[in-house]
């Protein structure tokens, strides 16, 4: 689950990310878009925080099925 939940959270930030970009862009000329860029902008935030943490309980949890997990822990490794 959280082999797929990471890279999905990760994606949606870059495509948060992008979106924000734009809209910070065009922003400059019309002011009403500044709203919407700020959520965007939080929501990238929120979702970057979101890839930490499923990294964070993978590698927490041993969680072997995500790869980085497998290739940099073990189990001997302490908390």
Known sequence: MISRLGPLLLASGVG????ATLLWAFAARASRLTVTARKLTWGA???????????????????FSVRYVAEHSAREVPL
Do not use: K, P, Q, R
């Open 16 to 19: 948060l990310a992008l979106t």
């Open 45 to 63: 935030l929120g979702s970057a925080a979101a890839t930490m943490l499923a990294m964070e309980w993978a590698l927490v949890t041993n969680d």
